[in-house]
């Protein structure tokens, strides 16, 4: 058993260890004798966390007495919508599912680290790199669905002749958008979780304090660069202008 299992890790490799390999053999690895890692059930946790909070949500939705937790959803929406117009005109309201979603998972998974008993998942590449497949995957989908297979005419460079020079570097700089979402967000994360984990291990309340606050500003920050790199991949791939 690994030093650093979080107890709920520990709990699933104890009771649910075949689940685990049930799920690893589905993508073709190897059965392990402690199949769960942490940043797999920090993962479902924070996706539950988000269901249980927007299904108690939807069951108190008034439009006369709005209550403080729609109050605050509204404020984010608000937030979102406002960034996506500046970022991409009105037309980018139609996107606005994905980009909430990817900021508020994002966020939250950057946090939940503060609780001492949980880690933030994010400080883990797979679950960046999750992240960022999943914004590439959807801008090109959402350019294709756009533009049509016109779509490709982005790589082509503003001129017919200068494509077969501009194609290539258009498919490095795209694949290479992945990347640079994974690293950031990842070298960020754990920088941060690290040096926090590190103050609270020497000191505690004053010291403690302080980083835990830039721990919390750091996690807020990433996950609104994140979304507005996601905007702005999104408004390039949709654009008509080419």
């Known amino acids: ?54 299904a108690i949500l939807r069951t108190r939705l008034s439009a006369s007495k709005p ?24 037309a980018g309201r139609r996107y606005l599912t994905y980009f909430g979603t990817i900021f508020i998972f994002i966020l939250v998974s950057n946090l939940i680290g503060l609780i001492p008993i949980f880690e933030s998942p ?14 590439f995957v959807y801008y090109n989908l959402m350019g294709i669905w756009a533009n049509g297979f016109q779509y490709i005419l982005q790589f082509m460079g503003p001129k017919w002749w200068l494509a077969g020079l501009m194609f290539p570097i258009e498919i490095v700089s795209h694949l290479a958008r992945p990347l640079s979402l994974t690293i950031r967000l990842y ?16 000191t505690y309340l004053a010291v403690p304090v302080v980083f835990m606050g830039l721990h919390v500003f750091v996690g807020v920050v990433q996950a609104y660069i994140f979304m507005l790199l996601t905007m702005s991949y999104v408004g390039v791939s949709v654009s008509h202008g080419h």
Not at 74 to 87: I, T
Not at 122 to 135: D, K
Not at 187 to 202: K, R
């Open 1 to 54: 058993m690994q030093e650093s299992e979080l107890w709920i890790t520990r709990i699933f490799n104890d009771r649910f260890s075949e689940l685990g390999n049930v799920a690893l053999r589905l993508v073709g690895m190897q059965a392990q004798a402690r199949p769960w890692a942490n940043y797999i059930l920090m993962e479902f946790l924070v996706f539950a966390l988000l269901v249980v909070v927007f």
């Open 67 to 90: 209550g403080k937790l729609q109050q605050t959803c509204e404020l984010f929406y608000e937030f979102v919508r406002g960034q996506s117009d500046a970022q991409i005109g009105h």
């Open 122 to 135: 994010t400080m883990n590449a797979p679950v960046t790199l999750g992240c960022a497949m999943a914004t």
């Open 187 to 202: 070298a960020n994360m754990f920088a941060g979780e690290q040096v926090t984990m590190v103050f609270l291990s020497m």
